[in-house]
């Protein structure tokens, strides 16, 4: 069951989108910058991170699926600034809840919810056919819950779930500009994730609430991405990356496409 | 001018430079910290800058991630499954004679969820699960531990008591322990009060598990010795030395005993020695109190000394009696603080000698119970241990799942401790007796679903 904040911060994160694909590509400027370009199009991007919940001694992973429509405003000396917005599918497969009074281990499939998303990419200098620019990412997901019946017990019994995680990243872009059409870039980028996921369990009249947190898990990730202008209205924009961790490697994977106006 | 394969060559190496550069810096951890530990502490980085973190373990899946288990509907013919198995494209099938099942690879990329859903959506397949993992249950090496404690771990069989008596026992009529010592044995900071006829402090299998000599209050001293049997026995279900080379297991392998003495030298006692014994156990750090005795009338004085326990933060729990009426002793027959046990048998069939009423809550084993008892009692040249029936015997089960559940939640109040342990029971009478009733209550106690983790699907 959805709960009703969940699903106004989904219509206020459409409203949002909706605005910005709305400015007038060349002529509206946002906090007093001009707006030259505005591209709009739809993204996936797959993300997964190997945390230790606060209080757990076990690492557990966080893996999400994205589905995106995203705009991004163009604005001068090559600033560009996106912002997504879309559903999100959440695995916490391995999460325990051992404080309730009868533990739970979450062993479902993803929890569906909603996901806002800001980027923005600055460049710094340009060295002969390089260029240096800074990255800056923020994903917030929410409004994932649910309710699973609690069977097999001597009275009927239900858990309510709900979660939500913001991811922040930040670091250098190094892009290769010598193909022109084509811009091959590699990131090195210091990554941020902040999770919660509240469980409250009901057995007849024994009732127990559990809230598990990743504060501040940080990590870095190397990443390689294209950016390649199909035409000159349809960009495809890739990356791929990992983010190593004692004893693995998490990964990142994100495609799309934008039409620019 | 530079050639375009001169170019590429270059930018890969400036790639490379601008990754080991990345590398060294924004991690900013493991090749310094080696560096700075080699050469001194004196150079070790500040303080605020240290970060602790827990010992990380990965948790081991489940389930096999590339394999899942399915069975066709009974009318579906085998060679149609074999070919439609086929046709989804999976890398392996191989089939388990005899039940029909269908142990299957999925594919490459495919997620065992995936595979799942995919072949549910299919009107021909009855069932299709995941590939659990299977571990070794804990089981303790105790000697008697296999053959004779049909309660924690019934494997079913002829239970070989004596030759006149050799009960035919039903695999699974059990507490379900093997499976819930997986996820703990208790912690030696959880301390079971035996309120009872004393405990034998020589016994080998109780010896290291007193936390005192306890206190005798038929004798008004400090050596809570037993001189009848009763209580070492009651002991010894329900924390024995566990997985010692020796003699049995107890329920809560590790938690330790209080020895509380309120009988005399012929086991009967008054009100005032077990009202004492409670109230005494409960100020000396008891956690969970077990009372395998009890009597026939109620007394408001002994329901304070059952309050105050529970105020205090003590499981008390009592043995229902052994009458075969409907009369619950007291003090287990005082619902609000107390668990009342009844006694199950070896078929998971409610002991005919067991007393019930509305005050019962819970049943677990308490026919021809293995326990020890002191090498005085049982003669020279016996071992000193005896199989014991009553719904004594059941008591401590509960109250050694009590104190399990303490050491593992320690933040659970005393009434959801209770709640815990009833909720949790399997209902062993069902069929006659559906859902709570006045024999079973709420059934035998199932330690493993108080204490593993329930998942969610």
Redesign the interface.
């Known amino acids: 069951m959805r709960d009703g904040r969940g699903g106004i911060r989904g219509v206020l994160a459409s409203l949002a989108l909706g605005a910005a694909i709305g400015l007038a590509p060349a002529q509206a400027s946002v906090a007093g910058l001009k707006v030259e370009s505005l591209a709009a199009g739809l993204f996936y991007e797959n993300l997964s991170r190997t945390v ?1 919940w606060k209080g ?5 992973k966080i893996q999400a699926s994205l589905i995106t429509a995203r705009a991004e405003l163009g604005f001068g000396k090559g600033v560009v600034v996106g912002l997504s917005a879309g559903l999100a599918l959440t695995d916490f497969k ?1 999460l ?4 309730l ?9 993803p929890l569906k919810g909603f996901c806002l998303g800001a980027e923005a990419v600055a460049p710094l200098v340009k060295l002969s ?2 260029e240096i620019s800074g990255t800056g990412r923020v994903v917030y997901s929410f409004g994932m819950s649910k309710t ?1 019946p ?1 069977e ?4 009927e ?1 239900k ?1 309510a ?1 709900n979660s939500s995680w913001v991811e922040a990243s930040l ?2 872009r ?1 892009s ?1 500009l ?1 193909f022109g059409r084509v811009l091959p870039y ?1 990131e ?3 990554r941020w994730l902040g999770a919660g996921f509240e469980m409250t369990e009901t ?4 009732a ?1 609430t559990e809230t598990k947190r990743v504060r501040g898990d940080f990590s ?1 990730s ?1 990443t390689l991405g294209v950016d390649a202008t199909v035409t000159d209205r349809v960009a495809i924009k890739a990356r791929g990356g990992i983010l190593p961790f ?3 490697v998490d990964s990142l994977l994100s495609l799309g496409v934008l039409y620019k106006f | 001018m530079t050639t375009p394969s001169g170019r590429i060559a270059r930018a890969v190496t400036a790639l490379l430079i601008v990754l080991c550069a990345g590398l060294g810096t924004s991690d900013g951890s493991l090749p310094r910290r080696q560096l700075k530990r080699a050469v001194g502490p004196s150079l070790r980085p500040p303080a605020g800058l240290r970060v602790e973190r827990p010992r990380i373990r990965r948790r081991a899946p489940l389930y096999a991630p590339d394999r899942v288990l399915v069975r066709f509907r009974p009318d579906v013919d085998e060679t149609y499954a074999d070919g439609l198995l086929r046709s989804y494209g999976f890398p392996a099938v191989r089939r388990i004679p005899g039940i029909g099942v269908y142990s299957v690879r999925t594919a490459a990329g495919v997620s065992v969820t995936e595979t799942l859903a995919m072949l549910r959506r299919n009107g021909d397949i009855e069932l299709a699960r995941p590939d659990y993992r299977a571990r070794l249950a804990d089981v303790p090496n105790d000697p008697y531990f296999l053959n004779y404690q049909y309660n924690l771990r019934n494997r079913g069989g002829i239970l070989d008591i004596s030759p006149d008596i050799q009960p035919q026992t039903t695999a699974g009529a059990d507490i379900k322990a093997t499976t819930a010592w997986d996820v703990t044995k208790g912690g030696a900071e959880t301390i079971i009060a035996i309120v009872d006829t004393g405990v034998d402090r020589t016994h080998p299998e109780l010896v290291s598990k007193l936390v005192s000599s306890g206190h005798d209050f038929a004798n008004n001293d400090d050596d809570a010795t037993d001189d009848v049997w009763h209580g070492t026995h009651v002991a010894g279900i329900a924390a024995a030395d566990t997985n010692n080379a020796e003699g049995i297991a107890g329920v809560a392998w590790n938690c330790r005993i209080l020895p509380v003495k309120v009988t005399d030298a012929t086991g009967d006692g008054f009100y005032s020695w077990i009202i004492d014994g409670i109230i005494w156990a409960a100020d000396h750090g008891a956690d969970v109190i077990n009372v395998s005795l009890g009597g026939n009338y109620p007394d408001p004085f002994l329901e304070d000394a059952c309050k105050y326990a529970h105020d205090k933060g003590a499981v008390v729990v009592a043995a229902a009696g052994n009458d075969g009426i409907a009369l619950v002793l007291y003090p287990a027959a005082y619902d609000a603080y107390v668990l009342a046990v009844a006694a199950s048998d070896y078929n998971d069939e409610i002991a005919d000698f067991s007393s019930f009423g509305p005050e019962v809550d819970v049943a677990a084993p308490g026919v021809w119970i293995l326990a020890p008892a002191p090498q005085w009692y049982v003669g020279d040249g016996f071992l000193p241990y005896l199989f014991g029936s009553g719904t004594s015997m059941a008591a401590p089960h509960v109250a050694g799942l009590a104190a399990l559940i303490k050491s593992v939640k320690p933040d659970l109040s005393v009434d959801d401790i209770m709640k815990l342990i009833r909720y949790t029971a399997d209902d062993i009478n069902k069929t006659a007796h559906p859902g709570r009733d006045d024999y079973a209550g709420y059934g035998r106690i199932n330690m493993t679903r108080a204490l593993a983790p329930y998942i969610l699907k």
């Not at chain 1, 325990?96 to 404080?99: C, D, I, K, L, P």
């Not at chain 1, 009074?101 to 499939?109: E, I, K, T």
Request: hydrophobic share 45%; net charge negative; aromatic share 16%.
């Open positions: 230790v757990d001694t076990a690492s557990s391995g325990t809840f051992t404080s009074p009868v533990s739970l281990q979450y062993d479902a499939p056919e390089f699973w609690l097999g017990f001597a009275v019994g858990a779930g670091g250098p190094v290769y010598f590699l090195v980028s210091a057995l007849g009249d024994l127990g870095f190397v004692a004893g693995g």
